[in-house]
Structures are given as C-alpha cells and as structure tokens.
T-cell receptor
Framework: GEDVEQSLFLSVREGDSSVINCTYTDSSSTYLYWYKQEPGAGLQLLTYIFSNMDMKQDQRLTVLLNKKDKHLSLRIADTQTGDSAIYFCAESIDDNAGNMLTFGGGTRLMVKP | DADVTQTPRNRITKTGKRIMLECSQTKGHDRMYWYRQDPGLGLRLIYYSFDVKDINKGEISDGYSVSRQAQAKFSLSLESAIPNQTALYFC???????????????FGPGTRLTVL
C-alpha cells in the first residue's frame, strides 16, 4: 500500500536554506506534490514534479526526486519568516481510480529571525 | 483557495449530536473530497465524489456520511459525534484528471470541530 513519510519538524535561521525530505513507497507514483499550509488556512499547492524528472526549480524552490530510493526533497533557498508553515508532500498513482493523492504527515518549518 | 468555502469555520458540539459540515465551490470542478487532519497524521481521506451521482468511501469513512447536493456542493455529516472525531476538516476539489495525469486539488480553509 501507499505510505508517505516526513519528519515532523525543522528549524532554520532566516536567510539559510531549508531542506524538507519525504519518502514514499509506491513505485508507480506518477506525480509528486508539495503543499504549504499556513496557520488557520487550507493547503496550497507549491509545486509538483512528474515522476520521470529528477529536478525542478521554481524561483527559490528546488524539488529533487530520487526515484530509485523513492525520496523527494524540497529545498527553499534564502528562507524567510513568511516561509514558516507546515509542508506536506503527496503522491498520486495511476491506478485507474482517479489519481488520488496520499499525503505525508507534514513537516512544520519554523524560521527564526 | 477563496473559490472553495466551508461552513462553519469552527464548531464545538457534544457527544451524540448530529453535525453537518458544508462545502461549496465556484471552480466548476466535478470532483470533491473531504479530509480530516490530525497532528502528525497528515490528511486522511473520508469520502470523495467524482460527480453528482458518484460517492466513494475513503480511508476512514466509518462514523461519517456525505451528500452531493449539486456539482458545487458537498456536505459531510457526523450522525452521532464522538470525541475522537475532534479534528480539522478540509474540503477539496479537483478537475478532470486523465489516467496518470496531474490531480491538483484546491482546498477550502477548513472547519475546526471539537466534540466534547
């Protein structure tokens, strides 16, 4: 079955880089996603990567995918206090059931000034 | 996402009461979902609907029921609330997703439910 795991907590200083890691078990994942949840709000899609890609960069965000190890990471360059939030990784698989998402438990990022 | 709204935003109720959480969307999406969020457990799928006549159980449907009143509306009911249903509940929507394609979901702001 599907299982997506993340560490619970990460603390960094403002201006440093943050790296949030995620592991998944289903090798038939087609897309992997990173969502951000700010306090009191729902989840917003930050970025996604197709499973045949190794890397995707979008401004301060870099997503790395190691398909062999089933490891996904999100790097945030020059982390700001506004980046403090919970970050969820999610995977979807092509199982003829509508590409449903399975979410990790979320990593709470705290950015210290 | 402001196009996905949930009511109420907060609710405190007592064990045994019937509760309905409502979700509306103006995105024109066919697919709608209900999740619950518990600390450290991420989001777990309760029910989902791919169109008005289609309702499916998710990972944790016991104790919950849903109604898809229209394409834009999807409500979640707790027939007899119990304390372990205290959680943050999210509604989400998504558009048509081809096999193996992206399935970006758009989330409402959440309903915080406390069952005493």
């Amino acid at each position: 079955g599907e299982d997506v795991e993340q560490s619970l907590f990460l603390s960094v200083r403002e201006g440093d880089s943050s790296v949030i890691n995620c592991t998944y078990t289903d090798s038939s994942s087609t897309y992997l996603y990173w969502y951000k949840q700010e306090p009191g709000a729902g989840l917003q899609l930050l970025t996604y990567i197709f499973s045949n890609m190794d890397m995707k960069q979008d401004q301060r965000l870099t997503v790395l995918l190691n398909k062999k190890d089933k490891h996904l990471s999100l790097r945030i360059a020059d982390t700001q206090t506004g980046d403090s939030a919970i970050y969820f990784c999610a995977e979807s698989i092509d199982d003829n059931a509508g590409n449903m998402l399975t979410f990790g438990g979320g990593t709470r990022l705290m950015v210290k000034p | 996402d402001a196009d996905v709204t949930q009511t109420p935003r907060n609710r405190i109720t007592k064990t045994g009461k019937r509760i309905m959480l409502e979700c509306s969307q103006t995105k024109g999406h066919d697919r709608m979902y209900w999740y619950r969020q518990d600390p450290g457990l991420g989001l777990r799928l309760i029910y989902y609907s791919f169109d008005v006549k289609d309702i499916n159980k998710g990972e944790i449907s016991d104790g919950y029921s849903v109604s898809r009143q229209a394409q834009a509306k999807f409500s979640l009911s707790l027939e007899s609330a119990i304390p372990n249903q205290t959680a943050l509940y999210f509604c989400a929507t998504s558009g048509l997703s081809l096999a193996g394609g992206r399935n970006e979901q758009f989330f409402g702001p959440g309903t915080r439910l406390t069952v005493l």
